[in-house]
């Protein structure tokens, strides 16, 4: 089984920045892909974006956050950072990392079946 720990969530400004990360622990070599979801209260689980765990140049990003958040990943320490940029209030929610088995960056939260257990980001305005 995998693990995953987030961490970095907090209290921002508009147009500031936080940098999440996801943690990953256990038989990571299991791992094809991770994703981040965020859900804000009253809404469903949306993609942020994911990358291929072996193959961490390919990313892929939501609409919504394309050109303002980055992926990366610590492959010496199993750690996926999300580097988030010109926050907006629209971005508060709580932050998920996710992994699945399959080697192709599914963008439906049924795509995942292990999950961390969540950091709060909140932008204010």
């Known amino acids: 089984q995998v693990q995953l720990v987030e961490s970095g969530g907090g209290l921002v400004q508009a147009g500031g920045s936080l940098r999440l990360s996801c943690a990953a622990s256990?038989?990571?070599?299991?791992?094809?892909?991770l994703a981040w979801f965020r859900q804000a209260p009253g809404k469903e689980r949306e993609f942020v974006a994911g990358i291929l765990w072996n193959a961490p140049t390919l990313r892929g990003y939501a609409d919504s956050t394309r050109g303002r958040f980055t992926l990366s990943r610590d492959t010496t320490g199993n750690t996926v950072y999300l580097q988030m940029d010109s926050l907006n209030p629209e971005d508060t929610a709580d932050y998920f990392c996710?992994?699945?088995?399959?080697?192709?960056?599914?963008?439906?939260?049924?795509?995942?079946?292990?999950w961390g257990q969540g950091t709060r980001v909140t932008v204010s305005s």
């Open positions: 256990g038989r990571t070599f299991n791992i094809g892909a």
């Open positions: 996710a992994v699945r088995r399959l080697r192709h960056l599914g963008r439906s939260a049924d795509d995942y079946g292990v």
